[in-house]
């Protein structure tokens, strides 16, 4: 039986128009990412995949096609209806975790998911919170300021934040790209615990030990979707044949 899908697109384009001549960025992207699934998306520098994940999550509005989350159409949606998506149904974890310097690591998880709630949520929310700093270990500098933390432990905070408000799919753009190879392993073990307990994420990256926990790599050329590998679930005591196999496949993509 077909899983469920849970985010998709359908002719999705992006053209800047701000540039002379205008920059086609996204040139029909069709995308299905099912339930639970950890979808990986590779590319050359500059070949567009920021401009997907933003586009795919309403951070940036695509110029056309569609984009639906639970089957929900997202691109007609009013700025306001759109926030409110991102914030209730959407994670996001970014190179830079973007913590505000005034608040410490535990109020940081906790602000958008708290914005979030209804007034009978957010003690829910908060134990949410709780147990998920308990589960990737972070729960000793929860009151620590962001500044007193290592680049790890933030990006896990991160995690924290993307995760509290029970999203159906969680965005990561090079969730690992400031990060050390032991710190990103961590952040990884991490993330595929998440994705291994059932969330959707859909993650930029453009490092092939990372790309190889996905269950699927497509890989994007100049704004175009142009072909895909299928590692399946992720086991640890494949790692390093799935990725030889990812990089050969990208050898052959030219990447
Ligand atoms: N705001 C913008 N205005 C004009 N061009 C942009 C803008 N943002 C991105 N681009 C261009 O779109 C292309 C893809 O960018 P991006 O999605 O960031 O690629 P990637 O994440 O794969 O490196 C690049 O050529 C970039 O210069
Ligand atoms: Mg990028």
Known sequence: M??????????????????????????????????????VIMGASGSG???????????????????????????????????????????????????????????????????????????????????????FGIAHVQDHGVTQVSGGQLQRASLCR????????????????????????DVMDALTDVHRSGTTIVMVTHDPAVAARGDRVVYLRDGVLVDAHTPGPWQEAEAQQREDDLLAWLRELGF
């Open 49 to 135: 995949k920021s401009t997907l994940l933003y586009s795919l999550s309403g951070m940036d509005r695509p110029t056309g096609g569609q984009v639906l989350l639970d089957g929900r159409e997202l691109t007609s949606l009013s700025d306001a209806e759109m926030a409110r998506v991102r914030l209730t149904r959407m994670g996001f974890v970014f190179q830079q975790p973007h913590f505000l310097r005034n608040l410490d690591v535990r109020d940081n998880i906790l602000l958008p998911a708290l914005k979030a709630a209804s007034r009978q949520g957010r003690h829910a929310a908060i134990a949410r919170a709780d147990a998920l700093m308990e589960r």
């Open 2 to 39: 077909d899983q469920l899908v849970v985010l998709e697109s359908r002719a999705l384009t992006k053209t800047y128009v701000s540039t002379a001549p205008p920059t086609e960025v996204l040139r029909g992207i069709d995308l299905s990412v099912r339930a639970g699934e950890l979808l």
């Open 162 to 185: 993307a995760l509290a408000g029970e999203p159906s799919v969680v965005f990561a753009d090079e969730p690992t790209g400031a990060l050390n190879s032991s710190m990103s392993a």
